[in-house]
Each structure stands twice: as C-alpha cells, then as structure tokens.
C-alpha cells in the first residue's frame, strides 16, 4: 500500500466518522509544510498590524488626553499655579498605563479669583470655585502623597472638592497658594 493511498484511505475515514465526504485527493495539499509557512506568514502580519494600530491608537489617546486645557483668564486676572497629578507607579500598575490618560486629562489652576479643575477624556468637564466661595481647605497628606480638600458654598448648599493626587510638598503648596489668594481678596 502506497503512503498517498493510506493518507486517502485515513481521511475517508475521518471524514465516515464526522459524517462528512471526503476531501478530493486533488483537494489534499502536497506539501503541508509550504501551506504551513504561508499560514504562518499570515498571522504574523496580522499580529504586527494589529500591534502598529494599537500604537496609534494609544498615541491619538495621549495627543488627545493632554490638549491644551488653558483657563481663559478675566480681565486683569492673573495665573496663581497650574497643574496636573502626580505620575504613580502604582496607579499605572493598577490600571495597566491607562492612568496617564486620565492624569493628562486634568488640570488644576489656581488664579487670583478662582480655582479651576478640569478633567475628561472625551467630555471635558470644568469646575469653577470663586475663591470668595472657599470656607475651608484642609491637606490630607501623606508620606508620598496628598490631597486637597476645598470646601465652598454656593447656592446655600455646601461642596467639597478634591485636587490631587499631588506629592506631600505640593499639596501643602496648593493649599497655601489658594489660602493666600483668597486672602488677597478673591475678588
């Protein structure tokens, strides 16, 4: 018995067995090896364009996560400090580096008049506090890192909102910054 024969007779089998016809021996491949490599070659351009589109993907993101969020300052309103979160190993571990998407998306700044924080990738989203508004600011601080928490009024209704994450020295920073604007007036 010929090996081809064999190799016909095996998939008629199979083919008995699964219920379907058998495949034309025309149909079977002379050289599985060739079809093998040519398959293979295949899947490796998919993964490598796959891999590329992902990287564009991820840089559109970036570019559009950190576009200008300038604050149209007032008349006569001056910049007090501006700026994002801290960078942190752990929330880039936790969130498998999509935290630098969001930390991108944020700015805090803090001007003569007001406190501004803006956040969103897709939605941009801003909150103004008139400084005139504050009532309290209170620092939660810890060895590596801070927050502050901005307490305001408007509309008789109390709101508390939060800056950070910030490393320990800027969120002390930041809460004097705003302590002392609103001290010179806030107008």
Known sequence: MEAGSSTEK???????????AA?????????DGVTAAAAQSVRRRQE???AVAALVALASAVVFASRASRVQL???????????PRPGVWRYVRTLGFWELQRLATRYTITDRRLVLQNGLGERVTRVVPLNAIGSVVVRAGPVEGYVEVESRSGGRARRTSVGPLT???ARRVAAS?????????R
């Open 10 to 20: 095996l998939a008629e089998e199979l083919a008995a067995v699964e219920g379907e």
């Open 23 to 31: 495949p034309a021996p025309s149909a079977v491949p002379e050289d």
């Open 48 to 50: 490598v364009g796959g």
């Open 74 to 84: 007032a008349d006569g309103e001056q910049m007090v400090l501006s700026m994002r």
């Open 168 to 170: 320990t020295r800027r």
């Open 178 to 186: 705003i302590l002392e604007a609103a001290r010179q007036g806030g």
